[in-house]
C-alpha cells in the first residue's frame, strides 16, 4: 500500500469512528432522563413553587424539555423577573432565578409591594418578612399586580428609597412613610414619632447624607420629644423646628 492510499485508508477509517461517535451520543442523548432539577437565586419564592410552574417532572426525557417553554412558564410568577434553565448533563435541570425585591408597599384597595422599577407585587405569603415604607398620598388609578407604575411621582419616591437603602439599611428604615404630593415636594415620615422631613424632589444623594448626620448627630443627642419637622429643601444647611422648651422664645 503506497502512501497516498495509506492516507486515503486512514481518513476513511477516522471519518467512520466520527460518524460511529456521534451516532452512539445521539443516542445516549436521547436516552437521557431527568431526575434532579435544581433552583438557585430565590429567597422569596419557595422552591416547589417555582418546580410547579417548571411543568417538568423526573423521568422526563432531557431533550424533550424546551427550555424556552419552561422559562416562560417560571416568569410568570410576579416576583420572578429573570430565568435562566439549562441542562447540566447527564441527569440535571438548573433553574437559575433574579428576584424582584419589594422597595416600598402601597396601598390600593389592598396592601401590595412595588419594586424599584415600580412593578406592582402582591402582598403575597413568603418567609421573608418585609418591613418596608408606605407610598400614601396622590396613588394612581391604574394599581394593578404586574403594572408598573410610571407615575413621576411614585418613580422619584422610589429612587429616594433606593438610594436610602445604599446609603445605610438603617436610614431606609428611619423612613416609615413617603407622601406623594402630585408633582409637589414629597414628604418622608420617621418611624421615630411620625418627624415629618420634607425632601422636595432633586439632589437626592446629596440630602440622604446630610439627613443621616442630623439625625445620627443632632436628633440622636436632643431626642425626638421636641422635633416638629425636618426640611431638606434649602441648599447646604437643614432647617428644623423645635418645640421650645418652657420659658424659651421658638427658634428655628
Not at 416568569?75 to 447527564?90: G, M, N, Q, T, Y
Not at 436610614?171 to 415636594?185: A, F
Amino acid at each position: 500500500m503506497n502512501d497516498s492510499s495509506f492516507r486515503k485508508y486512514a481518513l476513511l477509517s477516522l471519518l467512520v469512528i466520527a460518524v460511529g461517535l456521534i451516532a452512539a451520543a445521539n443516542v445516549w442523548k436521547s436516552n437521557l432522563k431527568v431526575k434532579r432539577l435544581l433552583v438557585e437565586g430565590n429567597r422569596i419564592v419557595e422552591t416547589n413553587e417555582i418546580l410547579q410552574l417548571a411543568l417538568v417532572r423526573k423521568g422526563t426525557l432531557m431533550y424533550d424539555v424546551d427550555l424556552m417553554v419552561m422559562q416562560k412558564d417560571i416568569a410568570s410568577h410576579p416576583f420572578i423577573k429573570e430565568v435562566v434553565v439549562e441542562r447540566d448533563l447527564p441527569a440535571t435541570l438548573k433553574i437559575g432565578v433574579t428576584e424582584r425585591i419589594p422597595l416600598a408597599m402601597i396601598n390600593a384597595g389592598e396592601i401590595l409591594y412595588v419594586d424599584g422599577e415600580g412593578v406592582v407585587l402582591p402582598h403575597s405569603i413568603s418567609k421573608e418578612v418585609f418591613d418596608l415604607p408606605m407610598l400614601t398620598g396622590s396613588i394612581p388609578e391604574d394599581v394593578s399586580i404586574g403594572r408598573t407604575l410610571r407615575h413621576a411621582d411614585v418613580q422619584q419616591a422610589l429612587r429616594i428609597l433606593a438610594a436610602a437603602k445604599l446609603v445605610n439599611k438603617e436610614l431606609y428604615h428611619l423612613i416609615s412613610e413617603v407622601r406623594l404630593r402630585n408633582g409637589g415636594d414629597l414628604v418622608l415620615y420617621a418611624s421615630e414619632d411620625g418627624v415629618p422631613i420634607i425632601f422636595g424632589r432633586d439632589h437626592i444623594a446629596e440630602k440622604l447624607v446630610k439627613l443621616e448626620a442630623f439625625w445620627n448627630d443632632i436628633v440622636r443627642e436632643q431626642g425626638l420629644q421636641r422635633l416638629q419637622y425636618v426640611d431638606l429643601r434649602f441648599e447646604d444647611q437643614i432647617v428644623a423646628r423645635w418645640t421650645p422648651e418652657r420659658g424659651q422664645p421658638k427658634k428655628l
